[in-house]
């Protein structure tokens, strides 16, 4: 249901498929709000009875003029009262939206109010929500700390896709809340760089509260998607999607939602395991470990996270060997075992932490996208695009399958710096010291394949009282496990190869050219390159990251910044009241450091009095001075008072309170006046299918 405004007539359809034995429905709408505790109510208005469920839609003409107190809700299509009673009636549920194609609210009004109680609130959430990626690149890459967002993915292809975010081409979540319970969207043009909400509607915002909720899940402020849709979607809805982005009040709710445009942000370091196996460590050292059996690719943090990865030998050939299966945890988090399956390509499973002995497979078909303990697991498009897996440590997986081999990338969080063993290496920046044995001996960088084979690679065989993997039926640690299996460990010319191909798909690639001999399939070699060629992509973009200095804004101001990398460009604007001391603009240089200038200072109209905050800015170094301060009332500030709250590229001034809550100070709302737009598609289905609160369409 698309409207900014009261609507009197309109269809509503749905999906006739949905249910086998019902004839016909009610057509209700739904409530939800948080006060004092959570409700979700209904039906607060009966839209149609008895309608027959096999046509699939029904025009509504005219509603009943009620005042139902809920800004936010669904639409059902009921099956209508039987025997049962509404506890066991099927429904269908719209996404949940903003109601006010029913309320039919004064938007300006609305938003005024929003922002009069929103200015005493705390801004704490800001200062502890994560930093956004600065480019697409690099928040395709970030899995452990992002994830996309359904409603503007680049990989989903729907004329829907990305609607309420125009300018966007694909926009990412924090996968976990912050210490404080908030969430963070990045969103990215259409040239990869990231969006400043200030300046667009495509931008992503600081979310208050996170929208996969936190625990205790049932309480006000803590409930999945809904509590976050209440405070930061349903005000971006009114003040910026109804409004305009040229309209002050989406101009405060970027101030009041400001984006992180990747100040402080540092990406994060790859490993891969892929192909016949060819391993790259965090520290970018690739070489080739052909063992049979079940071993560790990555212990973390002494046994806080650990991956390992099971190896066979590939259908087909006796010369090599490919990772056939992972299982992975992170400290206390349900365990994760994904391996290859022939008819779905790779298969997941999940077993709870509470429970030592049961794995339980997890149905993508059901929902792409699953939460567990510790852990998320997604599965959209698994052929093409692979299974993801988050741990809420920073941790993300991409497990892909092809002609029956997986290929494991890993994306670390910067607490993993100096803690890693394995194979995957010891990430500390030093390439040379990768090789270290379980018993603590580093091995030269220099040996040879063969070398690597017995000295290194078997020596992290786990054993069967370590293992994380899921066995099935009549199977187990031993079985796939052969301590005697020898590879081929240099590559020599398979007679039934055309060794021109070789040459022409691999070129000089040792890895390439490894794969093709040794397996004979061209398409698996050039598996193995794409594999590798993402991975090098992650790792040349980190090596080249420059980013700048965090930049302060003038007092009563806020400094607008496209974006803190290489390139980007801030501009400094001035609250109500208050004008520019002079007009410049700074660029972020390749060296990481501003351009040189002054930051302006935001001076009283009236009086051209200065006010408290002034900055120098010059090669990256910033001073600041403050002062006493009047506001445009004549009130007196202290030094406290004047201190903004400094996040990504705003500088929220607690003076803007004072002046923003005589505006807008809290009002009795006036009578409905038919203006409004409810943004269905801002919403989800929520990440676990077992939570029981409308939120899909079906």
């Given at each position: 249901?698309?409207s900014?405004?009261?609507?009197s007539?309109?269809e509503?359809t749905?999906?006739?498929y949905?249910?086998?034995?019902v004839d016909?429905v009610?057509?209700?709408?739904y409530?939800y709000?948080?006060?004092?505790?959570v409700e979700?109510s209904?039906?607060?208005v009966v839209?149609a009875l008895?309608?027959d469920?096999?046509?699939?839609?029904?025009?509504?003409?005219?509603?009943?003029?009620?005042?139902i107190?809920?800004d936010?809700?669904?639409?059902?299509?009921?099956?209508s009262?039987?025997?049962g009673g509404?506890?066991?009636?099927a429904?269908?549920?719209s996404?949940?939206?903003?109601?006010?194609?029913f309320n039919?609210d004064d938007?300006t009004f609305?938003?005024?109010?929003?922002i009069?109680?929103?200015?005493r609130s705390?801004?704490?959430?800001?200062y502890?929500t994560?930093?956004c990626?600065?480019?697409l690149d690099q928040a395709?890459?970030?899995?452990?700390?992002?994830?996309?967002?359904p409603l503007?993915?680049i990989?989903?292809s729907?004329?829907?896709?990305?609607?309420h975010?125009?300018g966007?081409?694909?926009c990412?979540r924090?996968?976990?809340?912050s210490q404080l319970?908030g969430g963070?969207e990045?969103?990215y043009g259409?040239?990869?760089?990231i969006?400043n909400?200030?300046?667009s509607?495509?931008g992503g915002?600081s979310?208050r509260?996170?929208?996969?909720g936190?625990?205790?899940?049932?309480e006000p402020?803590k409930?999945?998607?809904?509590?976050?849709f209440?405070?930061?979607?349903?005000?971006?809805?009114?003040?910026?999607?109804?409004?305009?982005?040229?309209h002050?009040?989406c101009?405060?709710f970027g101030?009041l939602?400001p984006?992180?445009?990747?100040?402080?942000?540092?990406?994060?370091p790859?490993?891969l395991?892929?192909?016949?196996p060819?391993?790259?460590?965090l520290?970018?050292?690739?070489y080739?470990?052909n063992g049979h059996?079940?071993?560790t690719?990555l212990?973390?943090?002494?046994?806080?996270f650990?991956?390992q990865a099971?190896?066979a030998?590939?259908v087909?050939?006796s010369?090599?060997?490919v990772f056939?299966a992972?299982a992975a945890?992170?400290?206390?988090s349900d365990?994760i075992h994904?391996q290859?399956n022939?008819?779905?390509?790779?298969?997941?499973y999940v077993r709870?932490?509470?429970?030592?002995?049961?794995f339980?497979?997890?149905d993508f078909?059901?929902?792409?996208?699953?939460?567990?303990s510790?852990?998320?697991?997604?599965?959209r498009?698994?052929t093409s695009?692979?299974i993801?897996?988050?741990?809420?440590?920073?941790?993300?997986?991409?497990l892909?399958a092809?002609?029956g081999a997986?290929s494991i990338?890993?994306?670390a969080?910067?607490s993993?710096r100096?803690?890693?063993q394995?194979?995957?290496?010891?990430?500390?920046?030093?390439?040379s010291d990768d090789?270290?044995?379980?018993?603590?001996?580093?091995?030269?960088?220099?040996l040879?394949?063969?070398?690597l084979h017995?000295?290194?690679?078997?020596?992290?065989?786990?054993?069967?009282?370590?293992s994380l993997?899921?066995?099935?039926?009549?199977t187990?640690?031993?079985?796939?496990?052969n301590?005697?299996y020898t590879?081929?460990f240099?590559?020599?010319a398979?007679?039934?190869?055309?060794q021109?191909?070789?040459?022409?798909?691999c070129?000089g690639n040792?890895f390439?050219?490894f794969?093709y001999?040794?397996?004979?399939?061209?398409?698996?070699?050039q598996?193995?390159?794409?594999?590798?060629v993402q991975?090098?992509?992650?790792?040349d973009?980190?090596?080249s990251?420059?980013?700048c200095?965090?930049?302060?804004?003038?007092a009563?101001?806020?400094?607008?910044?496209t974006t803190?990398?290489?390139g980007?460009?801030?501009r400094f604007?001035?609250d109500?009241g208050?004008?520019l001391?002079h007009?410049?603009?700074l660029t972020?240089q390749?060296g990481g450091?501003?351009s040189?200038?002054?930051?302006?200072?935001?001076?009283?109209?009236?009086?051209?009095?200065?006010i408290?905050?002034t900055?120098?800015?010059?090669?990256?170094?910033?001073t600041?001075?403050f002062?006493?301060a009047r506001?445009?009332t004549g009130?007196?500030l202290?030094?406290p008072?004047?201190?903004?709250i400094?996040?990504?590229?705003?500088?929220?001034?607690?003076v803007?309170?004072?002046i923003?809550v005589q505006i807008?100070?809290?009002k009795?709302?006036?009578?409905?006046i038919?203006?409004?737009?409810?943004a269905?598609?801002?919403?989800?289905?929520?990440e676990?299918p077992t939570?029981?609160h409308a939120?899909s369409s079906?």
């Amino acid at each position: 249901m698309e409207s900014n405004q009261r609507e009197s007539y309109f269809e509503i359809t749905w999906n006739t498929y949905a249910f086998e034995s019902v004839d016909e429905v009610d057509i209700v709408v739904y409530g939800y709000r948080e006060d004092n505790d959570v409700e979700f109510s209904g039906p607060l208005v009966v839209v149609a009875l008895g309608i027959d469920y096999h046509l699939g839609h029904h025009s509504v003409s005219g509603l009943p003029d009620l005042d139902i107190h809920y800004d936010v809700g669904v639409i059902g299509v009921m099956e209508s009262e039987g025997q049962g009673g509404d506890s066991s009636r099927a429904a269908l549920w719209s996404r949940v939206h903003v109601l006010q194609w029913f309320n039919g609210d004064d938007v300006t009004f609305w938003c005024h109010d929003w922002i009069g109680k929103e200015v005493r609130s705390e801004f704490y959430f800001l200062y502890v929500t994560p930093p956004c990626p600065c480019t697409l690149d690099q928040a395709q890459i970030d899995i452990g700390r992002f994830s996309p967002h359904p409603l503007c993915d680049i990989d989903i292809s729907s004329p829907s896709n990305c609607i309420h975010k125009p300018g966007a081409m694909h926009c990412v979540r924090a996968n976990t809340p912050s210490q404080l319970g908030g969430g963070q969207e990045c969103c990215y043009g259409f040239d990869g760089m990231i969006i400043n909400v200030f300046n667009s509607l495509g931008g992503g915002y600081s979310h208050r509260y996170h929208h996969g909720g936190v625990n205790p899940y049932g309480e006000p402020q803590k409930v999945p998607y809904l509590s976050h849709f209440l405070v930061d979607i349903l005000p971006w809805t009114y003040c910026c999607s109804y409004g305009g982005p040229q309209h002050s009040e989406c101009t405060f709710f970027g101030l009041l939602r400001p984006s992180q445009t990747c100040n402080n942000y540092v990406p994060p370091p790859p490993a891969l395991g892929n192909g016949d196996p060819h391993i790259s460590t965090l520290d970018s050292t690739t070489y080739t470990f052909n063992g049979h059996g079940e071993f560790t690719m990555l212990n973390a943090l002494n046994d806080i996270f650990i991956l390992q990865a099971r190896a066979a030998p590939l259908v087909g050939t006796s010369d090599a060997t490919v990772f056939v299966a992972m299982a992975a945890r992170f400290g206390d988090s349900d365990v994760i075992h994904v391996q290859t399956n022939e008819r779905r390509v790779l298969d997941a499973y999940v077993r709870l932490a509470e429970d030592g002995q049961n794995f339980t497979r997890i149905d993508f078909d059901q929902a792409s996208r699953w939460s567990y303990s510790g852990v998320s697991v997604t599965g959209r498009n698994i052929t093409s695009d692979g299974i993801i897996v988050a741990f809420d440590g920073g941790v993300g997986l991409n497990l892909k399958a092809s002609e029956g081999a997986m290929s494991i990338l890993l994306v670390a969080p910067d607490s993993f710096r100096g803690q890693t063993q394995g194979l995957m290496g010891t990430w500390n920046g030093n390439p040379s010291d990768d090789f270290l044995t379980p018993q603590g001996s580093f091995l030269s960088p220099n040996l040879t394949t063969e070398q690597l084979h017995y000295q290194f690679g078997l020596l992290w065989e786990i054993d069967a009282a370590e293992s994380l993997f899921y066995y099935e039926l009549g199977t187990d640690h031993e079985s796939h496990t052969n301590r005697n299996y020898t590879p081929v460990f240099e590559p020599v010319a398979n007679p039934s190869v055309n060794q021109s191909l070789v040459v022409e798909v691999c070129g000089g690639n040792p890895f390439c050219i490894f794969d093709y001999q040794t397996t004979g399939s061209q398409s698996f070699a050039q598996n193995s390159v794409e594999a590798l060629v993402q991975y090098q992509q992650a790792v040349d973009n980190r090596a080249s990251f420059v980013s700048c200095p965090t930049l302060p804004a003038p007092a009563n101001g806020s400094a607008i910044v496209t974006t803190y990398m290489s390139g980007g460009v801030a501009r400094f604007v001035c609250d109500a009241g208050f004008v520019l001391s002079h007009v410049v603009n700074l660029t972020c240089q390749s060296g990481g450091t501003w351009s040189d200038g002054d930051t302006p200072a935001c001076i009283i109209e009236a009086s051209g009095q200065t006010i408290p905050m002034t900055s120098d800015v010059t090669k990256g170094h910033v001073t600041e001075t403050f002062k006493t301060a009047r506001t445009p009332t004549g009130q007196v500030l202290s030094t406290p008072a004047i201190i903004g709250i400094s996040f990504g590229s705003v500088i929220l001034i607690v003076v803007i309170v004072l002046i923003v809550v005589q505006i807008c100070g809290p009002k009795k709302r006036p009578p409905s006046i038919s203006k409004m737009n409810p943004a269905m598609d801002q919403a989800e289905v929520h990440e676990n299918p077992t939570y029981v609160h409308a939120e899909s369409s079906q």
